[in-house]
Nanobody
Framework: VQLQASGGGSVQTGGSLRLSCAASGFDFEDYAIAWFRQAPGKQREAVSCINSAGGTSYYLNSIKGRFTISRDNAKNKVYLQMNRLKPEDTAVYYC?????????WGQGTLVTVSS
């Protein structure tokens, strides 16, 4: 299993970024994929999750209405469109696959939002 997140960067408050997670090594279309984030000094938290068919399973309350998760099963990719970014969104963002209790993580991509 390989998960590779990309698309992070530095933006000002109110800006937008689109994260991508490229997946390989498993039957992508059969699994839900999640985005997590970890801010400096804080625990990793789940941001959003999308099921295998593209229906959204979960959004963290603090990002509802600003972030949108989507997937393209033909490309084995999951996306996280992040709009109206805030300094508190600053974190390393990871994509995650959970299979029968085993967690697989990509290397993460850093998002920095300045005020």
């Amino acid at each position: 299993v390989q998960l590779q997140a990309s698309g992070g960067g530095s933006v000002q408050t109110g800006g937008s970024l689109r994260l991508s997670c490229a997946a390989s090594g498993f039957d992508f279309e059969d699994y839900a994929i999640a985005w997590f984030r970890q801010a400096p000094g804080k625990q990793r938290e789940a941001v959003s999750c999308i099921n295998s068919a593209g229906g959204t399973s979960y959004y963290l309350n603090s990002i509802k209405g600003r972030f949108t998760i989507s997937r393209d099963n033909a490309k084995n990719k999951v996306y996280l469109q992040m709009n109206r970014l805030k300094p508190e969104d600053t974190a390393v963002y990871y994509c995650n696959l959970r299979v029968v209790g085993n967690d697989y993580w990509g290397q993460g991509t850093l998002v920095t939002v300045s005020s």
